[in-house]
T-cell receptor
Framework: KAGVTQTPRYLIKTRGQQVTLSCSPI?????VSWYQQTPGQGLQFLFE???????NKGNFPGRFSGRQFSNSRSEMNVSTLELGDSALYLC????????????FGSGTRLTVV | KQEVTQIPAALSVPEGENLVLNCSFT??????LQWFRQDPGKGLTSLLL?????REQTSGRLNASLDKSSGRSTLYIAASQPGDSATYLC??????????FGQGTTLQVKP
């Protein structure tokens, strides 16, 4: 079965711009989580969506937002980009219940210049 | 606040050696623990998932153990190969599903 698909794979944006990343989970999975990975901070949880509702949220500023559609696909948006937002953004999908095993996508590499 | 620590941060071994990667966590109230592998610039590949009621899981040359009471997990890799070179990450989750990751162990297996 198809894995978790993230698009685009690479993005270069300018400070102040906004960006939207997309994630299509494994068919049948209703939970989508987003993580930011940087060399300094490692992997940090952004938020989780389950059945179109945000179920959990990490400690990121309001510039980071997301949503989930009825087909479980999710988008993450970052507004007013800062240089520090440069990172690998990873999406993970799960069935949403026990045992909470996660499958990750290949990520979107965002570079802010 | 849950914190996950992985030791060592980096490890270099000759091919064929058996090795152990360590993961410790501060709050034993976890739902499960998952080990991942990450190749440079790539996403995460799930290796093993251990539910809180389990003690260990095995997949091929990999064996992961979990001791909730002491807040520790180990990933044992038997007969290491150059293709095992990657960063290995452990992550714990509570019943909310959020994953808390360690900083990872970067493994290099030399031919």
């Amino acid at each position: 079965k198809a894995g978790v698909t993230q698009t685009p794979r690479y993005l270069i944006k300018t400070r102040g711009q906004q960006v939207t990343l997309s994630c299509s989970p494994i068919s049948g999975h209703r939970s989508v989580s987003w993580y930011q990975q940087t060399p300094g901070q490692g992997l940090q949880f952004l938020f989780e969506y389950f059945s179109e509702t945000q179920r959990n949220k990490g400690n990121f500023p309001g510039r980071f937002s997301g949503r989930q559609f009825s087909n479980s696909r999710s988008e993450m948006n970052v507004s007013t980009l800062e240089l520090g937002d440069s990172a690998l953004y990873l999406c993970a999908s799960s069935g949403g219940g026990a045992p909470y095993g996660y499958t990750f996508g290949s990520g979107t590499r965002l570079t802010v210049v | 606040k849950q914190e996950v620590t992985q030791i060592p941060a980096a490890l270099s071994v000759p091919e064929g050696e058996n090795l152990v990667l360590n993961c410790s966590f501060t709050d034993s109230a976890i739902y499960n623990l998952q080990w991942f592998r990450q190749d440079p610039g790539k996403g995460l590949t799930s290796l093993l998932l251990i539910q809180s009621s389990q003690r260990e899981q095995t997949s091929g040359r990999l064996n992961a153990s979990l001791d909730k009471s002491s807040g520790r997990s180990t990933l044992y890799i038997a007969a290491s190969q150059p293709g095992d070179s990657a960063t290995y990450l452990c992550a714990v989750s509570s019943n909310t599903g959020k994953l808390i990751f360690g900083q990872g162990t970067t493994l290099q297996v030399k031919p």
